[in-house]
C-alpha cells in the first residue's frame, strides 16, 4: 500500500512535495534519493557549505540542516501515526529551528553523515510497516495526515530542497 497518498491524507501545502515524487514505490523512490543526494553533498568544499546564494537566505549548510530536520520530524509523525498514536502533533517553523541550529558551526561532512544516517532510520522504519500503517491517519500540524503521505512529503521536501540547491546555488 505504497502508492501515492489520496488529496484527503494530507493538508494541501504539502500537494508541492508529493507532486514532485512520480514513483509508485515510495521506499524505493526514498531510497534511490539517498545515494545521488550524499554524492551532490559530498561533492561540496566546506567553503561552499557557507555560501548562499543572496543575502539573508540559507547557507548551504543550513539548507542541509534543514531537510536533516525534516526527515527527522516527518519520520517522528510517520512513527507516531504508524504505531496508532492518536495524539495530535504540533507544527514547527522552520526559520525557528534554523535559527536555533547553528548548522554554520558543523562541518558539511557531518551534516551530510547526518542526512545519510536519518535517511537510513527512516527507510528502516518504512520498511517494516504494515499495509494497515502506511493508511493509518492522524494529524499533525491541526491536518488530517497518512502514513504514505509522510513517506511522500519525506522524498518531496528533499527533491525541493536539492532542486533549489542546484538551481540558486551551484
Known sequence: MRAKPEIDEYASY?????????????VAALEGQLDATVACLRGLSEEQGHSSYEPGKWSIKELVGHINDGERIFGYRALRIGRG???????FE??????GANFNAQTLADLTTEFELI?????????QFSDEAWVRCGTASDN????????????GHEVHHMNILRSRYL
Not at 14 to 26: A, F, V
Not at 94 to 99: R, S, V
Request: no cysteine.
Open 14 to 26: 504539502y500537494g508541492k512535495y508529493i507532486s514532485l515524487i512520480d514513483d509508485d514505490d515510495i
Open 85 to 91: 498514536d492518536k495524539t495530535p502533533l504540533p507544527g
Open 94 to 99: 522552520q526559520d525557528d529551528y534554523i535559527a
Open 119 to 127: 535517511r537510513r532510520s527512516n527507510l528502516a522504519m518504512f520498511k
Open 144 to 155: 488530517a495526515i497518512s502514513v504514505r503521505a509522510l513517506a511522500y512529503i519525506v522524498a
